[in-house]
């Protein structure tokens, strides 16, 4: 007991680095996003939607082939008229994987049943050697 009084400072910062290390790992297994590879599966047999929510510009500059452009600041409302079928699965994609895990939460606000984000965003795409395409 005089161990734990005498030391409680070192404990706390035991106990707070412990879960600021395990953090990261339980942040990951939250999140539900693909990865490229499961995209495609996703795409190519689930008849999955890829929806870019980059803007404008940066969606001209390239994009998943085949993938539809609804900006992030128009998803709310935008969304509904891109894609009529709320049961159709969604993978929302944009440079890094960081909006679409917000355009995912949207989307699931919006009604839709199946969302994913593509992990890594168009940059994993590019690495995994999947096509590309310019507006």
Not at 9 to 26: E, K, R, Y
Not at 62 to 70: C, E, Q, T
Not at 86 to 113: N, V
Request: include cysteine; aromatic fraction near 6%; charge should be positive.
């Amino acid at each position: 007991m005089n161990f734990i009084a005498d030391n409680w400072m070192l404990i706390t910062i035991a106990l707070s680095s412990g879960f600021f290390l395990l953090l990261p790992v339980m942040q990951g297994a939250a999140t539900s996003g693909l990865s490229p590879t499961e995209a495609v599966q996703c795409m190519n047999r689930e008849k999955g939607v890829v929806v870019d929510v980059c803007g404008r510009d940066e969606y001209a500059q390239g994009h998943i082939k085949g993938a539809l452009n609804v900006p992030l600041d128009q998803l709310e409302a935008n969304l509904g008229q891109a894609v009529k079928n709320k049961s159709t699965p969604l993978i929302l994609s944009c440079a890094s994987g960081m909006r679409s895990k917000r355009a995912q939460a949207i989307a699931q606000k919006l009604g839709y049943e199946k969302v994913h984000s593509l992990q890594g965003g168009l940059k994993a795409w590019k690495e995994a050697n999947l096509p590309v395409t310019k507006a």
